[in-house]
């Protein structure tokens, strides 16, 4: 299934590429004196933790992180189009030693917007939508068990956040939907991260 992982970054290149076409559109369109679309960096901490059936006290939450950039967000419409593009480390305590994933995470969310429309002013927003993950490398204990995983997830990402002036805090839940395992046996393996992200739009 390692192999999946060059098809899925190929796939999720040309998704993302059509996808931010929508907001430069937009961009082209709205008005220059306060245009909603926005481009800026992020960081966030993640909660990460796997869920397999049959299997209870295997699996222990741990603290990861992200960096990366986004674009989109249309504050001064009702809805919005954010695509995302971070490099996360997402860690779980697996009987004793760390299991840490290095990952792509491409989310590419829908926002509803409320109060201001300006982009200096105060505003809040619903988000959800799939995110796309590219599993760069697994080690359990710094030992490499990259081919006892998939390369790749689809999920589902859902919260809210509000920004204020140029500076955004946005609490939210990842779901993998897909099983993870590539280990040849029927147990579903599936994820599940909390993330807290702070953001910063440029423009």
Do not use: C
Not at 178 to 201: C, Q, W
Request: proline share 1%; no cysteine; aromatic share 8%.
């Amino acid at each position: 299934m390692r192999s999946f992982k060059g098809v899925a970054l190929s796939s999720l290149v040309l998704l993302s590429s059509l996808a931010l076409a929508q907001p430069a559109l937009a961009q082209s369109n709205a008005s220059h004196e306060d245009n909603g679309i926005g481009v800026g960096v992020e960081g966030m901490i993640t909660r990460d933790s796997i869920h397999a059936d049959g299997v209870d006290d295997l699996f222990k939450s741990k603290t990861g992180s992200g960096v990366g950039l986004w674009v989109g967000g249309n504050k001064n419409g009702l809805i919005g189009f954010t695509g995302e593009f971070l490099y996360v480390v997402h860690k779980v305590d697996v009987d004793g030693d760390t299991l840490k994933t290095r990952a792509l995470e491409i989310p590419a969310v829908f926002h509803i917007n409320f109060g201001s429309r300006s982009r200096n002013g105060v505003a809040g927003y619903g988000i959800v939508g799939p995110v796309f993950t590219i599993n760069l490398k697994q080690t359990l204990a710094d030992s490499d068990v990259s081919d006892n995983f998939n390369g790749a997830d689809i999920g589902v990402i859902g919260g809210a956040g509000v920004e204020i002036y140029r500076v955004g805090i946005e609490a939210r839940g990842n779901w993998g939907l897909r099983n993870i395992s590539d280990s040849g046996d029927t147990t579903k393996t599936k994820t599940f991260s909390f993330e807290l992200v702070g953001k910063f739009r440029f423009n």
